[in-house]
């Protein structure tokens, strides 16, 4: 004779209630997500010291594309416009490109763009997490590689001088940066991916200029650093000798 085994009514329910009742339980001990927000600590000075610092340092990258590239003759006076060309300096007179390799003026309307993209980035995140509006300023170094390049004659001596110039500033932009990865609060992912593309944009661009060097003036073994210091093709050459 088969016997069942009956079980009461309420059986599947009482389980289901017991298995939502012990993962609630478990997810009490786990510990909280932190949010999108504030750092916590001493990430939070180093943020909001390393966004200050971004946004200042690609504000001058601005004004070095611009001499460049040259500027549009309809000009905004907002940095992070979207739609303005290479022209987002304000207080600055329409200018003439000084290059003349095409592919030096390319390279510059973009680093340009890819510049005010990255301040309205850092703007929004100072807004977003501190409640801070920074607004742009030029640093003193900043100010030096802008003078350095407008004092240069456009053509070809002024090619070499950005080629050299803007690879040193990028470069000043890659430590702070490789730091914002593993300085920055643990949970802020927008942030260290934020970081991780300007360093890898950064050194992807300064080789590009690199190998312009190499090939339009002779300059193989050109090294950023940080300054003002300039190296002309006759030292290279006097270098490989």
């Known amino acids: ?35 999108e927000g504030p750092g916590r600590g001493q990430t939070a000075q180093f943020e909001r010291d390393y ?40 207080g600055t007179a329409a200018t003439p490109p000084k290059a003349g390799m095409e592919d030096i003026k390319s390279m510059a309307r973009m680093a340009n763009r890819m510049q005010r993209e990255e301040i309205q980035k850092a703007q929004k995140f100072l807004k977003d997490w501190y409640g801070i509006t920074h607004i742009p300023t030029l640093r003193s170094d900043g100010q030096q590689l802008i003078q350095a390049l407008e004092q240069t004659p456009g053509g070809a001596q002024f090619e070499q001088a950005f080629l050299q110039l803007f690879s040193n500033h990028h470069y000043a932009a890659l430590h702070p940066s490789l730091d914002c990865q593993v300085k920055s609060d643990v949970d802020h992912h927008k942030l ?36 003002t210091t300039l190296r002309t093709s006759s030292s290279a050459a006097a270098t490989r000798q």
Request: with cysteine; net charge neutral; glycine share 6%.
């Open 1 to 35: 004779m088969n016997i069942k085994l009956l079980r009461p009514p309420g059986h599947q329910r009482i389980a289901k209630c017991f298995a939502v009742a012990a993962l609630a339980v478990s997810s009490l001990a786990l510990p909280l997500a932190h949010a």
């Open 51 to 90: 966004l200050t610092f971004i946004i200042d340092h690609h504000y001058s990258a601005l004004r070095m594309t611009e001499l460049a590239a040259g500027t549009d003759t309809t000009r905004d006076v907002a940095v992070s416009n979207p739609e303005e060309g290479t022209a987002p300096t304000p």
């Open 192 to 227: 260290q991916g934020y970081c991780e593309g300007i360093v890898h944009n950064q050194v992807r661009e300064i080789n590009d200029m690199r190998d312009m060097l190499c090939k339009q003036f002779s300059i193989c073994n050109y090294q950023p650093t940080i300054g």
